[in-house]
Antibody, heavy 123, light 103 residues
């Protein structure tokens, strides 16, 4: 059974940093790209960023709203994906979901999702 | 960037109704639209990808169609567990969502 479990959320002050983790089981983590999607209170879904698998270069891409502040990384030996969030803003307050993502030139599909972890940015 | 719109933004329906949600893309660069179901406090679930392919384990009452810039998600006979918000997605963009509520 595919499982993704996020951790690391909480209350953080504006300008500070936080690291989220996504621990995976039930599939060969190293063969898949991993992504983060967030949902702010009362809002819709917003893609944040992803990391490709190492066979595809392990490269990353980010939404414009977080580029330069957030970093997605992965530890294939532990089957964990990370979201490092720096210079947090109040508008980053959201539930953050880890997803397994299938990527090609013609599509991106988030086929499995974690249960989410809440990040609240407030003074 | 691709902009996605959904219509309606809200619909009220009864158990057993046939429901159709439309997703329109600002550019017709791909036929690979995905649809997700989101319930409050729960993780989103993939329903359909590549516009019309049902994800593993998804009931056959869900179907998708479309190409170019217009895509639809249809629920042939709405069940109590289907009351939720539905999102379309293409590349990095998600639609704004359609909330399906009980009439």
């Amino acid at each position: 059974e595919v499982q993704l479990v996020e951790s690391g959320g909480g209350l953080v002050q504006p300008g500070r940093s936080l690291r989220l983790a996504c621990t995976v089981s039930g599939f060969s983590f190293s063969n898949y790209a991993m992504s983060w999607v967030r949902q702010a209170p009362g809002k819709g879904l917003e893609w944040v960023g992803f990391t490709r698998s190492k066979p595809y270069g392990g490269t990353t891409e980010y939404a414009a709203s977080v580029k330069g502040r957030f970093t997605v990384s992965r530890d294939d030996s532990k089957s964990i994906a990370y979201l490092h969030m720096n210079s947090l803003k109040t508008e980053d307050t959201a539930v953050y979901y880890c997803t397994r993502i299938r990527i090609s030139d013609s599509h991106r599909v988030h086929d499995y999702w974690g249960q989410g972890t809440l990040v609240t940015v407030s003074s | 960037d691709i902009q996605l719109t959904q219509s309606p933004s809200f619909l009220s329906a009864s158990v057993g109704d046939r429901v159709t949600i439309t997703c329109r893309a600002s550019q017709g660069i791909s036929s690979y639209v995905a649809w997700y179901q989101k319930k409050p406090g729960k993780a989103p679930k993939l329903l359909i990808y590549a516009a019309s392919t049902l994800h593993s384990g998804v009931p056959s009452r869900f179907s998708g169609s479309g190409s170019g810039t217009e895509f639809t998600l249809t629920v042939s006979s709405l069940q109590p567990e289907d009351f939720a918000t539905y999102y379309c997605q293409q590349f990095d963009s998600f639609g704004p969502g359609t909330k399906v509520d009980i009439k």
